[in-house]
């Protein structure tokens, strides 16, 4: 799930400058790091390692819990989810338009990588606004 094609020997990933110098920030900081190099445990890993008898997800109860059903479709999640997500979408769309995010972002997989690395975002082509009097004006950047 991460992007590394941001990462250099010697300078953190990203991630870790969103932060906030504080306990609660460090400690979602590590759960997302844990989510995007898949070593987050969730009901579909501790049922492999024989650590739980079912993978189906305990919130909802509808499908297995893996990183994509948690980040996406998990019923339970819906409303933590929504408020970042139409968030999310809403930056994205601005920055490279609906033609694009319909294109790029048609699965759910695409999307819970858009939500844990949204550096994944840096290969598209990313439209910049201009203001010109009382008209915006986007203009593709590379």
């Known amino acids: 799930m ?27 900081g590590i759960t997302k790091c844990r ?23 305990r919130c909802c109860g509808s499908e297995p819990e893996d990183i994509v059903h948690m980040m996406t479709t998990c019923s339970s999640l819906f409303y933590e989810r929504k408020e970042s997500y139409d968030k999310i979408k809403q930056c994205v769309v601005t920055s490279i338009g609906l033609n694009q995010w319909n294109n790029i972002f048609n699965d759910k997989t695409t999307i819970t990588k858009l939500i844990l690395d949204c550096y994944t975002l840096r290969r598209y082509p990313i439209k910049k606004r201009y203001k010109r009097g009382n008209i915006s004006v986007y203009r593709t950047v590379s």
């Open 35 to 57: 989510m995007l190099t898949g070593t987050y445990l969730l009901q579909v890993n501790k049922h492999k390692f024989k650590q739980s008898n079912s993978p189906i997800c």
């Open 2 to 28: 991460m992007s590394t094609s941001s990462l250099k020997v010697g300078t953190p990933h990203p991630i870790w400058k969103t932060l906030k110098c504080t306990v609660s920030d460090v400690k979602k």
